[in-house]
Structure formats: C-alpha cells, structure tokens
C-alpha cells in the first residue's frame, strides 16, 4: 500500500509521553490517516508525540513517519502551520 493510500484509510491514533501511557489512553479513531496526523501535529501537546503510534491496517507507523506522513507531498490536507524539526 502506498502512502497517499495510507493516508485515506481509517486509522487509531495513540498519544502519549512513552508506548506505556500511550497504550493505557488507548487509541482515538480517525476516518481517515490524515485526520489523525493532523491532530497529532497540530492540535495534541508535542510531548505526546513521543510515545505516538498510529495505526493503520496492519501497519503501524511511529513519531518520525508520522512527521515524515503529514510533510509528504501526498498529504492531502491543508497544513495548519510549519512542523517543527524532529529531534
């Protein structure tokens, strides 16, 4: 699957400041990747990305491709703001 696939398919999104807290939230549903990406980097604190993981289908993708998701060419939502670097 392709990413611009990727990003159209529904997906569960965890926040947290570590796997552990992340996975004790449990997961926010998105109808879509994108969505989710978007409220990840641009609306939940950036300390949670750090424990991040998004689901999707049998993929899972961590907080460095999230970033590298949402600052694709493929993403077809407008950006809200610039992304800060990774660290």
Not at 14 to 37: C, E
Not at 53 to 66: K, N, P, T, Y
Request: glycine content about 6%; proline content about 5%; hydrophobic content about 40%.
């Amino acid at each position: 699957m392709s990413n611009q696939n990727y990003l159209a398919a529904e997906a569960s999104l965890y926040l947290g400041t570590n796997w552990q807290s992340a996975a004790a939230q449990g997961p926010r549903s998105f109808r879509t990747a994108a969505r989710a990406l978007r409220f990840a980097i641009e609306e939940a604190a950036p300390v949670s990305l750090r424990g991040a993981q998004l689901h999707v289908g049998s993929r899972i993708f961590g907080r460095d491709e999230m970033l590298s998701l949402y600052r694709s060419r493929h993403y077809p939502l407008a950006r809200k703001n610039t992304v800060p670097a990774t660290r």
